[in-house]
């Protein structure tokens, strides 16, 4: 189920059930975190249409591929503390940094797959549990899925999906439907 909310949590938002989830052909789903994260996408067909107003806009499929220092806005509803893990009531928001591949692989520990990237931004800002999944934007288009954070924005690159690869399995779910 997902809901269109407002910036507010506990302020009542229309909920869409979805009619069809279509994964990545090439998603594995495996437990090793390196190679569970590859093609980690699908495309969700809802059952009825997202009515667009002041607090849900329409976002679109990025045109061309993220660049070293392109800068983006994630947004959730993540963790804003971890002893207790509490959940925030606003929706959180900070502008990433997209780093070049080498640096990353280096700061991550592992080497990145031809569909992922990472951003930054400093210590004590960026993604937290439970933002798995949620979007970068640049310029109205989302080019990124948050794959893998620490915890709770610890100062270290954040692992994304990068949307730009995989256009092209977007649209053709989309005709298809």
């Given at each position: 189920m997902w809901r269109r909310e407002p910036t507010i949590l506990d302020v009542f938002g229309n909920t869409y059930l979805p009619e069809a989830i279509k994964i990545h052909p090439e998603y594995t789903g495996s437990v090793d975190p390196v190679k569970r994260a590859i093609f980690d996408i699908a495309v969700i067909k809802?059952?009825?249409?997202?009515?667009?107003?002041?607090?849900?806009k329409r976002v679109y499929l990025p045109t061309r591929n993220v660049l070293t220092g392109d800068v983006g806005m994630l947004s959730g509803w993540g963790s804003v503390s971890l002893s207790p893990i509490q959940f925030s009531n606003k929706l959180q928001a900070a502008w990433m940094?997209?780093?070049d591949l080498p640096s990353c692989s280096t700061r991550i520990d592992h080497p990145l797959s031809i569909d992922q990237f990472c951003a930054?931004?400093?210590?004590?800002?960026?993604?937290?549990?439970?933002?798995?999944?949620?979007?970068l934007i640049i310029n109205n288009k989302v080019v990124g899925?948050?794959?893998?954070?620490?915890?709770?924005?610890?100062?270290?690159p954040e692992l994304y999906l990068n949307v730009y690869m995989h256009v092209s399995f977007i649209r053709n779910i989309i005709e298809k439907h």
């Open positions: 809802l059952l009825t249409t997202i009515d667009y107003n002041d607090y849900q940094t997209i780093l930054y931004q400093r210590p004590g800002v960026g993604a937290a549990i439970g933002d798995s999944g949620n979007p899925l948050l794959l893998a954070s620490y915890p709770f924005a610890t100062g270290e």
